[in-house]
């Protein structure tokens, strides 16, 4: 199961799978977010290339209008698949959080 | 003398006589009383002396005189005599000088010592035209019986023979009645030395299940982890009724005894045997398989008593194992010397499957019995679901088979699973289904003891593969198969896609990780992913299944090797 949810400081607040079955409705989400957008990935258990190109298809909607997408708290199960495919290149990752 | 049955206009006075005779017969429920009533009725309205009645007994082809004033009952053929003349002819017959008619039989004079002048016999036939029996009345005050008597007798007759027929119905519903309260008692006796739980037995997977039938039936079922060993019975006892249900009561609290006072399997089973061949009925015996486990070195020994075949499935070669019984049924008769039981080794993955004859021999609408095959091929289909599932799948397909045809017998299966290393499962083709691909690897993760650490890439490896299959495998309707077994350091994970063009994740191209951002798609990602996050990959084909099987192992080492955040491994066993 996956919860997306605007948090109180303006961040976006992802928890649990995200995977091909969780995809669409995390899409859905993000295609309603503006400007430069911090994603707390803190409660993030799981992401599959299907979530990934979730954040992808964000990224380059926000870049081209001058706004990105910040990942903080990722975890270090979840780096690898960050590092394995790239994105930890595509995205500004806050490991400390 | 032999009158047709007649249908002269009774008087009203007459009328009134059986009105009132009516009215008496309508209240008794038990036979002696309704006899009793009817005759009385006879003698008071046809003015006789004496009556009885010779109820037919169909079975045994007799007229029983069970109730005549001051005469004890008697049993003759159905054809002899007067009475069986009239059964046979279902027609009045008047005599009106016994002793002058040679159909007349003094028999029952003589031991009585009243003399029979005249008599009127009178056939006793219900309104569903069933002869019930036969109706004399002896010696009518001041005369002879006249053809009035024969017609208000007729009227009176077809009351009496309604009445009685009612009786008789009730008693045996009745009687019905209390067998089946006796039996319901034996069956909750028998039922109760069930085992309520199943042992948990380490490295082992023990289920259990009995379906009794509606009437009768004598199967138990023992599962136990004793001094001994893990205790595997099966037992089935012949015969109908309460008898069977006992026998087995009996021989399982008999076994556990002797268990428990220490006897091994061999002397167990002789004294189980000898003490039932002292103490069951000449004709009764139990089939039963007596088995003892050694969880630790895999050794199954069992005896069997006439109780096969006993199967086991052999996960190795796929096949099944098939065991004769090792003895006669036990309490057939004594056993001075036992011969050897049967020792098999449980290997990894096998299944020991003990079914009763209740389930082989259950038929369907056309007679056809459920049989042995269609036992094996549900369990070497489902060889990797727990024994829960596979006594559900069991059940379910002889319920199915029989189609509401009615259960003749018990029906028990009992199943001993050796774990396999690993574990199966097959699941719909449709992305809904990783939500179920994950609780399983979930199962499987703590039943086989794995490194939670490698869960995350394993999940990534099955979504990503998984998901591949149904996009690209639209034209099969076949279910995939995902497997997870324990190696050395990790898990290997295989996939099983079948019905699809051959598909090779190792052949996959390489993603170009370093393009800018504009450049980059999310294609290919995912198989890109895989390869990069497994320590090694295999592909096979088969192309008579046109069977797509790959198969990734992850390792706690490669986990660590990827902790360091290298971006690529030399070592790297697809690269």
């Known amino acids: ?97 | 003398m032999t009158s047709a049955v007649q249908h002269r206009p009774l008087s009203a006075s007459d009328l009134q006589a059986i009105l009132d005779v009516t009215k008496a017969l309508a209240e008794p429920f038990d036979l002696t009383t309704m006899l009793g009533e009817v005759v009385a009725a006879a003698k008071q309205v046809l003015q006789a002396e004496r009556g009885s009645v010779w109820l037919y007994d169909e079975p045994n082809g007799e007229l029983v005189l069970e109730v005549a004033t001051g005469i004890k009952p008697v049993r003759v053929p159905w054809q002899s005599g007067l009475v069986g003349a009239c059964a046979r002819s279902r027609r009045i017959i008047n005599v009106p000088d016994c002793y002058a008619d040679t159909r007349f039989d003094p028999t029952v004079d003589k031991a009585s010592g009243y003399r029979t002048h005249c008599m009127l016999t009178l056939p006793l036939v219900d309104h569903k035209n069933v002869l019930v029996g036969v109706m004399q009345v002896l010696n009518k005050i001041g005369g002879v019986f006249d053809a009035d008597d024969e017609a208000l007798a007729t009227a009176l007759a077809a009351q009496c023979a309604v009445a009685l027929q009612r009786v008789r119905m009730t008693s045996a519903l009745i009687e019905g009645e209390k067998m089946r309260q006796a039996l319901e008692m034996a069956r909750e006796v028998q039922m109760s030395t069930l085992p309520g739980t199943m042992p948990t037995v380490a490295g082992y997977d023990v289920g259990a299940t009995f379906l009794p039938a509606d009437l009768t039936g004598g199967d138990t079922y023992d599962v136990a982890m004793l001094d001994q060993g893990l205790l595997v019975v099966l037992g089935d006892a012949t015969g109908h009724g309460i008898a069977p249900a006992l026998s087995v009561t009996q021989m399982q609290a008999m076994l556990r005894m002797a268990f428990r006072l220490g006897a091994d399997l061999e002397t167990a089973y002789l004294q189980l045997n000898n003490r039932l061949a002292d103490t069951l009925a000449a004709d009764r015996f139990i089939t039963a398989f007596i088995g003892l486990l050694d969880p630790r070195s895999h050794q199954l020994k069992f005896h069997s008593g006439g109780q096969g075949p006993i199967l086991r499935y052999r996960a190795a070669s796929g096949d099944f194992e098939r065991f004769r019984p090792t003895s006669f049924p036990l309490g057939a008769m004594q056993i001075r010397a036992l011969r050897d039981g049967v020792s098999v080794t449980m290997q990894p993955g096998d299944i020991l499957v003990l079914v009763s004859d209740g389930i082989y021999e259950q038929e369907n609408a056309d007679g056809e019995p459920f049989g042995e095959t269609r036992v094996t091929s549900i369990v070497a289909a489902h060889r990797d679901e727990s024994a829960t599932a596979l006594l559900a799948r069991i059940v379910a397909a002889v319920r199915g088979f029989a189609a509401g045809a009615p259960q003749a017998d018990d029906m028990t299966i009992v199943l001993l699973k050796r774990d396999a290393p690993g574990l199966a499962q097959t699941f719909e083709r449709r992305i809904d289904a990783i939500g179920a691909m994950v609780a399983f690897t979930d199962d499987a993760f703590e039943r086989l003891a794995i490194d939670t650490r490698l869960r995350t890439r394993v999940d990534l490896a099955v979504e990503e593969l998984f998901t591949n299959m149904v996009k690209y495998g639209r034209g099969s309707r076949a279910a995939v198969t995902l497997g997870l077994q324990a190696v050395d350091g990790g898990v290997e994970v295989t996939l099983i896609d079948r019905d699809v063009e051959p598909f090779d994740i190792t052949r996959a191209p390489d993603v170009d990780i370093g393009k800018p951002i504009e450049e980059r798609e999310p294609g290919g990602l995912g198989l890109h992913l895989v390869k990069r996050l497994a320590d090694g990959v295999d592909y096979d084909y088969v192309p008579q299944t046109r069977e797509s099987r790959t198969t990734l192992r992850f390792t706690v080492a490669g986990l660590d090797e990827g902790r360091r955040g290298s971006q690529g491994r030399g070592s790297h066993a697809v690269d």
Do not use: W
């Open chain 1, 1 to 97: 199961m996956l919860s997306i949810e605007k948090g109180e400081d303006g961040n976006v607040v992802i928890a649990g799978r995200l995977d091909a079955a969780e995809a669409a409705s995390a899409q859905t989400f993000l295609d309603r977010i503006d400007g430069t957008v911090t994603l707390d990935c803190a409660g993030l258990d799981y992401i599959s290339s299907a979530g990934l190109g979730v954040l992808l298809k964000t990224q380059k909607r926000l870049l081209a209008a001058n706004g990105k997408l910040r990942l903080a708290g990722l975890r270090p199960h979840l780096l690898d698949i960050f590092t394995y495919s790239g994105f930890d290149q595509l995205f500004e990752i806050d490991r400390a959080s």
